[in-house]
């Protein structure tokens, strides 16, 4: 099983940027990766994903525009940079993966994967 591990979280000012990593155990070369937040209270909310061939990328519309979500093959890693930060941020982000033979696509929007794998999560305080 494929472990993945987030980090790049911490304290930042309104306005300002963050970029998040997540880090793969094994190739994602046939992955489907995502973030996803929770802030507290609320439910978990996808973010952003992009395709295995990296040829489709997914943005939902509560952070379209500010983020933009990468991947190198060769550190078997995911890069979610983060700008223009508010207050409503706020969340502990993940990032989750599964192989897309399996079916899990990222297509028109972000879910979560059925059976693919979890990171602990980072946490983004965005305050003055």
């Known amino acids: 099983q494929m472990q993945l591990a987030e980090s790049g979280g911490g304290l930042v000012q309104p306005g300002g940027s963050l970029r998040l990593s997540c880090q793969a155990s094994d190739s994602i070369y046939y992955y489907v990766i995502a973030w996803f937040r929770q802030a507290p209270g609320k439910e978990r909310e996808g973010i952003a994903c992009?395709?295995?061939?990296?040829?489709?990328?997914v943005y939902e519309n509560s952070v379209k525009g500010r983020v933009s979500i990468s991947r190198d093959l060769a550190k078997n890693a995911v890069y979610l940079q983060m700008s223009s930060l508010q207050p409503e941020d706020t969340a502990v982000y993940y990032c989750?993966?599964?192989?897309?033979?399996?079916?899990?696509?990222?297509?028109?929007?972000?879910?979560?994967?059925?059976?693919?794998?979890w990171g602990q999560g980072t946490q983004v305080t965005v305050s003055s």
């Open positions: 989750a993966g599964e192989d897309e033979r399996g079916g899990y696509r990222c297509y028109d929007k972000v879910s979560p994967p059925r059976r693919g794998s």
């Open positions: 992009i395709s295995s061939g990296g040829y489709s990328r």
